[in-house]
């Protein structure tokens, strides 16, 4: 997946959390639980662009891994949203498995750029 196809799904992740955040319940949970939500899954995309601005290796890794962290938040929202019977599993389950699949790409990643950068390699140990 090039740069060009995460930033266009990245970007209709955050479009579909906003639309599932405005359909929530009007109860102080939902509020409280839903504007977690609304931050951590605008973020993904938002640090996957500052990341495709990175200015060293060092800051592409932290900006990714950030994508990574907040993709996962925005799972652990929807997560207790259900669990709190603010939302229907089945209506957000495929939302859920992009957060996933994006944290997933952006570790991903992170591996790849470790691996081809000797600086970021995580030594082995010694016997």
């Not at 900006?63 to 957000?92: N, P, T």
Request: contains cysteine; aromatic residues 6%; positive net charge.
């Amino acid at each position: 997946m090039d740069r060009d196809d995460m930033k266009a799904r990245t970007k209709a992740f955050a479009l579909a959390v906003i639309r599932l955040t405005q359909a929530l319940p009007r109860t102080e949970t939902a509020r409280i639980i839903g504007r977690q939500l609304l931050r951590s899954g605008t973020s993904v995309g938002a640090n996957y662009r500052a990341a495709c601005l990175a200015r060293s290796t060092a800051d592409f890794i932290s900006k990714l891994g950030i994508v990574a962290e907040e993709a996962d938040w925005s799972q652990y929202w929807m997560e207790l949203l259900i669990e709190a019977k603010a939302l229907d599993h089945a209506a957000v389950a495929s939302l859920m498995n992009e957060a996933r699949e994006i944290a997933s790409i952006a570790i991903a990643s992170v591996g790849t750029a470790r691996k081809h950068n000797p600086k970021f390699q995580i030594p082995s140990p010694k016997p």
